[in-house]
């Protein structure tokens, strides 16, 4: 096993006071120290070794740690270094049996025991570097969040944003400096507002909602309503289908050719964090709605593509699975589809007219899979009485990808 040349201590508001006694060790031997002007400032009286601040951008830290590969380096870090902390960036590059990490108690931790919280019960979301909208795939009344500000303005944004939504009765606990001898904490009401906080500062978060707040449900089929659309886009009812057939699992890429709204890859990011889309669409004004509709859903990691397939194909990362709502003509696509998924991805595609139809069917006769036709009746006056009114009938079709692929 490789003798560790980088320790990254962790080190948080009560300074050397809170470092464990190898932790202290480390930092007084250490011969060259990088981190952040803070992290330097509360450590000073331990370091006798060259010290550098980390610097900005935050990826000129990162390098100058790896032009040092194979010597002696430390790095200090806030807290736990490994929970939304430096650790993560650089394990990215240097394997762990490279690395010795020391973590002290994150402000995570801090701020759950200073509200009674059982850690394991909250959400944690990051509005470091990521638009407030993050957000929105958590509130849901009676949820607890921890949500680690950017700077001083951020419970501000955050008080703003959830009124806006319909969360003004939402507790807001700001914590400042958590952990140190200059901790301060108070709640606010989020209708309230707030001003003056320290930029080290995080939030607990109580959710309670107003009657008419807007909510994004857990389930499959959100309401079209909730999208920006043109009319091109995915009904509810065959969405929820959809959504179903391709069966997302945690940390998938997933391809949506011919995104329309954008309202399956919207979906298929809501269904777990890790989850990504690529959306692959030749409008420009679709593609700026599909943008959209990512931020107001929460869902802001959503890539867009604008052009078409399969032109647009060889150059994306590969899927695990891909949905085509689009381009069915097109039997290329299937093709450099089915080339790019691994064996076990999953193929869905969608097709309203007789010629889509016909291209599902020829792709599951020489593939075999799965096809299914989906019919959904909508209640519609007629006159001064009401009757059932069919919408399109959609054929989908689903195949697991296998060996003899092509």
């Not at 849901?140 to 009124?163: A, C, N, Y």
């Not at 036709?373 to 079709?397: C, K, N, S």
Request: glycine share 12%.
């Amino acid at each position: 096993m490789k003798t560790p040349w980088l320790s990254v201590i962790g080190i948080g508001e009560d300074g050397v006071e809170g470092l464990s006694s190898l932790a202290r060790q480390i930092v007084r031997q250490a011969e060259f120290v990088i981190g952040g002007e803070r992290h330097l400032e509360l450590a000073a009286s331990l370091i006798s070794g060259q010290a550098e601040p980390w610097g900005s951008p935050f990826s000129s830290g990162v390098r100058r740690v790896l032009e040092r590969r194979g010597q002696p380096v430390t790095v200090l870090a806030s807290g736990d270094p490994f929970c939304f902390g430096v650790g993560s960036t650089l394990a990215r590059h240097i394997p762990p049996e490279e690395m010795l990490c020391v973590p002290a108690p994150s402000s995570i931790s801090w701020a759950c025991g200073r509200l009674g919280w059982a850690e394991q019960d909250v959400r944690v979301v990051s509005l470091c570097g990521r638009p407030i909208e993050t957000l929105v795939p958590h509130l849901h009344r009676t949820m607890r969040l921890i949500v680690l500000s950017e700077d001083g303005s951020t419970p501000r944004k955050v008080s703003q944003f959830l009124t806006g939504r319909g969360f003004g009765p939402s507790r807001i606990h700001v914590m400042e400096r958590v952990g140190g001898l200059n901790e301060q904490s108070r709640v606010i009401v989020a209708s309230d507002g707030l001003e003056d906080v320290d930029p080290l500062n995080l939030m607990g978060i109580e959710i309670e909602a107003d009657p008419g707040a807007k909510m994004i449900p857990l389930s499959s089929g959100l309401e079209d309503d909730l999208f920006e659309h043109d009319g091109q886009i995915t009904k509810r009812e065959i969405r929820a289908v959809t959504l179903s057939t391709l069966a997302p699992h945690p940390g998938e890429l997933l391809w949506d050719i011919g995104g329309g709204a954008g309202s399956v890859a919207v979906e298929w990011m809501l269904h777990h964090p890790a989850n990504r889309a690529i959306v692959i669409e030749k409008n420009p004004l679709r593609a700026a709605r599909i943008a959209r509709n990512a931020l107001n859903l929460g869902v802001p990691g959503l890539k867009i593509v604008e052009g078409t397939a399969p032109d647009a194909l060889p150059e994306l990362e590969r899927p695990d699975v891909v949905f085509i709502g689009g381009g069915l003509a097109q039997v290329d696509i299937f093709t450099q589809a089915r080339a790019a998924l691994p064996v076990g991805g999953r193929l869905v595609a969608n097709a309203v007219t007789l010629e889509g139809e016909a291209v599902l069917s020829a792709q599951y006769t020489r593939y075999g899979g799965t096809l299914t036709r989906i019919g959904v009746e909508r209640l519609d006056a007629v006159g001064g009485l009401h009757a059932f009114r069919p919408a399109m009938r959609v054929t989908q079709y689903a195949t697991v990808i296998s060996e003899d692929r092509l």
